[in-house]
């Protein structure tokens, strides 16, 4: 009695071994994420990576498995390199023949941009996007609009709230020529200040270096023709020597920075925890003050559950926005055509066919909504606007519309 | 309006200076070997780690901080010669020169390994409260640096002029093998010049980054610097601070007076126009050493 028993046993063992891989057949669409580990922005490119990472596993075991879906991700430095970038990219394609690119900035976006249509994989982006990308039927895609998009819609808060909306707000910025995307910054705001020049003024744009030895004359010129604001879109070196300038002249103009180089950065470089109190961060994603916020409860659990070790800050959150769109572009392309028919094509017409809302995209981003026109979000982009307070984040106003812009 | 000009000739010929602060790097390594040292900008980088490594991290006395740095980058600078250039003493120039490019990547390395790529504040050595004339207004630590750079100046000329070691090395430079049998020690000639230059990156890091950020990206002043290395001739030290006036006074003025016009960055190209001027007119630099060769 028992031989049998055994046997059959065994059979049904040896059967349900070879049946399960079949119950649980599961695709695995390969991701590739380019990272900069040893170039400008290596010293935040672990925060980033790690909200990346973390929203992926959330999506493979929330979401993938009931799918029968895994994404997985393989990281390439490219040390913010354009050749670097153009050179991994072939042996990138013929290796993990992804479906989907994270990328990380400009000189990503530069490297591909006319490759990627060819190529047929979209490439998503957490930074701002730029003015040299903004064409038509594009495969590199940014979420947030460009930095003088983004840059616009402070200046617009600014001249309500602070000059109650009496005179124009007087602008000058910060830039380098080092990258097309720095420039770029400086060439998009004077764009917008032309076509309003109700409402901006422009000063000047300071060419400088990426680490200026000393910016004190040219703050000065600045400070002597009345400037309200100065923008600073580039890096952290630059804030720091600007507010050093700004320290020597005992003047104190606020100063507008981006995500990347934000207000706990900077004050982090400038070596005083307060050092920013009074200039402000400015990004169309989710700020990274305390306030109990959705996109800070998606953080939370992201801690807990999914071993996100990078710190509440806004390089944590773009890695966090940029993967929480592609994750839900390639959930909307799996509910749309099956697993099996994932492909690089198909996820970009998904992200330009879909309109993301808020709480699909947990509270990060306010909603994205793709379109053959530009490769950013135009009609739900709203900035956020911190500042600082006691070494922390502190939210100033949310939810601020951005004006439209010509193209430059 | 002319107090303005005056100020921004002023602080382009005090950035100028520290260009040349920089350059003297390049000058001192090429006298004494004859080796184009690529790595200068690292160097830079590295002394400016042990700085903030001593007076920031580990707190010490400032004076003590940099007594240590200034210590531990003549050791390096020994380790420098130890390992890479003593098994290229008569080798050619040309295989000196890519190890000085192995270098500057090694020591981009070893710097991201020991110290991390995040920006570190660098300590303030020179107070920041600039010095007002007037209506002038001039950064104290580019006023220093300017005053450091003609000390530096004048003390490498008179070394390398006057002194029997830095005769020998200059002879050193001429050729290796002709030094040796001139009884002339060329190992500790290049050795001396590693460490020499180990000492100059310390002292310019402080200059260029009193109270700034600190990163390894720190190292482009390098580059910056070149034109001025190249205007002087490499062989010149005073010539350097001459170079280095005219640089920073054409480029504070090209800031000042034409990026604005143009909106954009004349004043990162026209240095560079200046030096391939110039170099035609005259190859070896303003004040390099003509070379006469017997044919």
Known sequence: ?408 | MMIEFVNYALNGALLGLLYALVAMGFVVIYRASKVFNMAVGEMLVLGAFLVWWAVAASAMHPAVGIAAALAISVLVGLAIERLLFRRLIGESVFSMIMVTIGLLILMRGLVLLIWGPQERPFPAIISLTPIIIGDMIVPRPLAAGGLIAVVCAAGLHWFFNRSRTGLAMSAVAEDHQIALAMGISVRRSIAFAWALGGVLSVITSMVYLSGKSLTFLSSEIGFAALPVALLAGLESIAGLLLAGLIVGIVQGLTAAYIDPLIGGNAASVVPYLFMLVVLVVRPTGMFGWKRIERV
């Open chain 1, 1 to 408: 009695m028992q031989r049998p028993n055994f046997m059959s046993g065994t059979v049904t063992l040896m059967a349900g071994l070879l049946l399960a891989p079949a119950a649980h057949a599961q695709t695995t669409l390969n991701v590739a994420a380019l990272a900069d580990f040893a170039g400008p922005y290596a010293n935040v490119m672990n925060d980033m990576q790690g909200g990346r990472l973390a929203v992926i596993d959330w999506w493979n075991k929330e979401v993938g498995e009931k799918l029968k879906v895994r994404i997985a991700v393989k990281t390439y430095d490219t040390r913010y390199d354009v050749a670097q970038t153009a050179s991994l990219w072939p042996g990138i394609k013929a290796e993990l023949k992804p479906v989907l690119l994270l990328g990380l900035g400009g000189p990503d976006a530069a490297a591909l941009q006319q490759r990627l249509p060819e190529d047929k994989v979209p490439m998503l982006m957490g930074t701002a996007a730029y003015g040299f990308g903004w064409k038509p039927n594009q495969w590199a895609l940014n979420i947030r609009p460009t930095y003088p998009h983004e840059a616009a819609g402070f200046l617009e808060w600014f001249r309500a709230s602070r000059l109650e909306g009496k005179r124009p707000v007087k602008v000058g910025i910060i830039s380098s020529e080092a990258t097309p995307a720095y420039a770029d910054q400086a060439k998009g705001l004077q764009a917008y200040a032309k076509a309003h020049a109700d409402r901006v003024t422009f000063v000047e744009a300071i060419w400088t270096e990426v680490q200026p030895a000393d910016l004190t004359l040219q703050v000065r010129r600045l400070a002597n023709a009345g400037t309200d604001v100065i923008v600073i879109q580039t890096n952290t070196a630059q804030a720091v020597a600007t507010k050093r300038a700004l320290q020597a002249l005992g003047k104190n103009i606020p100063i507008m920075l981006s995500l990347h180089n934000g207000v706990l950065g900077s004050s982090k470089a400038l070596g005083n925890p307060n050092g920013f109190v009074g200039d402000f961060e400015v990004g169309a994603i989710a700020d990274a003050s305390d306030d109990d916020t959705a996109g800070r409860r998606f953080y939370r659990m992201l801690q807990e559950k999914h071993g996100l070790k990078s710190a509440w800050n806004a390089m944590t959150m773009l890695g966090l926005g940029q993967s929480i769109v592609a994750v839900r572009a390639i959930e909307a392309t799996v509910k749309a055509k099956g697993a099996d028919k994932v492909t690089g094509e198909a996820i970009h017409a998904a992200l330009l066919a879909t309109q993301f809302s808020g709480a699909e995209l947990m509270g990060l981003l306010p909603g994205v909504d793709f379109s053959t026109d530009a490769p950013f979000p135009t009609g739900s982009a709203k900035v956020n606007i911190a500042s600082m307070k006691d070494g922390k984040v502190v939210r100033v106003a949310a939810d601020v519309p951005v004006p439209t812009l010509p193209k430059w």
